[in-house]
């Protein structure tokens, strides 16, 4: 298994400012991936970062609202920027070194 | 537009009873199938999976079952403890998206009443 750890576990931020999350795995990995929970929704796929590239963002995401970094094989930052109400969410990183997907415990950021 | 439908937000199920947790949906390219626990302040955890080669994979007292004519697979948790408590997510993905590309639902509260 992959172990994840993310930093802050949560957040109550203002309006306008930007939070930037950390994820650290125990394990190096290839691409690890951000995952965004809205109340009441499913999972849904924020973007793919790979080290040494330039993340790969969704459809409904851009990489000016949701900068992702990747310096290493074990670490990734996503960072939200200029945060309104809507994007109050449980933040989740993953990876699948495995075939198989794990996920960090997730960052829950309220913004007022 | 979901292409993956959990259509029941929540389950009460009595301790030692059958839980079926349902899951539809829409993408006829989906061919592979998964369920994810998830508890409170932690991350989903893998539970079972089912390739659309099956129309069932068994593990311990989890089971999936899976009908591609319906588009909808179920997952059996017999008998249920109070542990299994949580919020279940139903995911799908197919070959040609990658391992990665999980489109999930949006999760079924069960409670397991002792």
């Known amino acids: 298994s992959a172990v994840i750890s993310q930093k802050p576990s949560r957040d109550i931020c203002q309006r306008g400012t930007s939070l930037t999350i950390q994820c650290q795995v125990d394990s190096q990995v290839t691409m690890m991936f951000w995952y965004r929970q809205q109340p009441g929704q499913s999972l849904t796929l924020i973007a793919t970062a790979n080290q040494g590239s330039e993340a790969t963002y969704e459809s409904g995401f851009v990489i000016d609202k949701f900068p992702i970094s990747r310096p290493n094989l074990t670490f990734s930052t996503l960072t939200v920027s200029n945060m309104s109400p809507e994007d109050s969410s449980i933040y989740l990183c993953s990876v699948n070194p495995y075939n198989e997907q794990f996920f960090g415990p997730g960052t829950r950021l309220t913004v007022l | 537009d979901q292409q993956v439908k959990q259509n029941s937000p929540s389950l009460s199920v009595q301790e030692g009873r059958i839980s079926i947790l349902n899951c539809d949906y829409t993408?006829?390219?989906?061919?592979?199938f998964l369920w994810y626990k998830k508890y409170p302040a932690e991350g989903p955890t893998f539970l079972i999976s089912i390739s659309s080669i099956k129309d069932k994979n068994e593990d311990g007292r989890f089971t999936v079952f899976l009908n591609k004519s319906a588009k909808h697979l179920s997952l059996h948790i017999v008998p249920s403890q109070p542990g299994d408590s949580a919020v279940y997510f139903c995911?799908?993905?197919?070959?040609?998206?990658?391992?990665?590309?999980?489109?999930f639902g949006k999760g079924t509260k069960l409670s397991v009443i002792p």
């Open positions: 993408n006829s390219m989906f061919d592979y």
């Open positions: 995911a799908a993905t197919y070959s040609g998206a990658g391992s990665y590309q999980l489109t």
